[in-house]
């Protein structure tokens, strides 16, 4: 069982930047495959990216492509979201999670998460 940290949230203007940590412990993290979802206020959670155990493979929401980018570090049981040119749309609670059992951008099929980090975009 893994558990899961995240941080680096917080409050940015509009084109700035962010970069999100997600510290993993008590398990084995580079045998899971990634996870980074996001939940704005009265809104459902929605898939924002995803890596694979090596970090070769990603892919990403149309919304964050070319934006934002994942990668992780196996050595340092750490996941990474550099997030850039942020929006206010962007604004939400950003979790990561590992170890999805099938369908990648489903968050119902993550086994592990972490407790979120808020990003607010001002304008």
């Known amino acids: 069982q893994v558990q899961l940290a995240e941080s680096g949230g917080g409050l940015v203007q509009a084109g700035g930047s962010l970069r999100l940590s997600c510290a993993a412990s008590?398990?084995?993290?580079?045998?899971?495959?990634m996870g980074w979802f996001r939940q704005a206020q009265g809104k459902e959670r929605e898939f924002v990216a995803t890596?694979?155990?090596?970090?070769?493979?990603?892919y990403y929401a149309d919304s964050v492509k070319g934006r934002f980018s994942v990668s992780r570090d196996n050595a340092k049981n750490t996941l990474y979201l550099q997030m850039n040119s942020l929006k206010p749309e962007d604004t939400a609670d950003y979790y990561c999670?590992?170890?999805?059992?099938?369908?990648?951008?489903?968050?119902?099929?993550?086994?592990?998460w972490g407790q979120g980090t808020q990003v607010t975009v001002s304008s």
């Open positions: 999670a590992a170890e999805p059992r099938g369908g990648y951008s489903d968050y119902t099929r993550y086994t592990y």
């Open positions: 008590g398990g084995t993290f580079s045998n899971y495959r």
């Open positions: 890596i694979n155990w090596s970090g070769i493979i990603r």
